[in-house]
Nanobody
Framework: QVQLVESGGGLVQSGGSLRLSCAAS????????MGWFRQVPGKEREFVAA????????HYADSVKGRFTISRDNARNTGYLQMNSLKPEDTAVYYC??????????????????WGQGTQVAVSS
């Protein structure tokens, strides 16, 4: 089964930027929808962004629209989340996930069946 490994998290000041990466262990990533979610303690995991396998369809949560950009490099089996103009409320553990039922670009956790372990993002005010 394909495995996902996130990286790129860290501590950044408000207004700063981070780029998260999601490396997949198998080529099946190339034909899978990719999503990014985030979670803070005591809250449900929430949708951030999603991208179709061919990068033609994107969805963003309203809270990140215009600040975050999801992208992918299928030749490298890697996805990305560029986060600009970060705010303290963006602080969370960020997870990437894939859905090999590539006919949809889902925005809920139930749409995805393979998840990474998460990477912590902390934004100071």
């Amino acid at each position: 089964q394909v495995q996902l490994v996130e990286s790129g998290g860290g501590l950044v000041q408000s207004g700063g930027s981070l780029r998260l990466s999601c490396a997949a262990s198998e080529r099946s990533f190339r034909t899978s929808t990719m999503g990014w979610f985030r979670q803070v303690p005591g809250k449900e995991r929430e949708f951030v962004a999603a991208l179709s396998w061919n990068a033609e369809i994107t969805h963003y949560a309203d809270s990140v629209k215009g600040r975050f950009t999801i992208s992918r490099d299928n030749a490298r089996n890697t996805g990305y989340l560029q986060m600009n103009s970060l705010k303290p409320e963006d602080t969370a553990v960020y997870y990437c996930a894939i859905d090999d039922r590539a006919f949809r670009v889902g925005r809920t956790t139930s749409d995805y069946d393979i998840w990474g372990q998460g990477t912590q993002v902390a934004v100071s005010s």
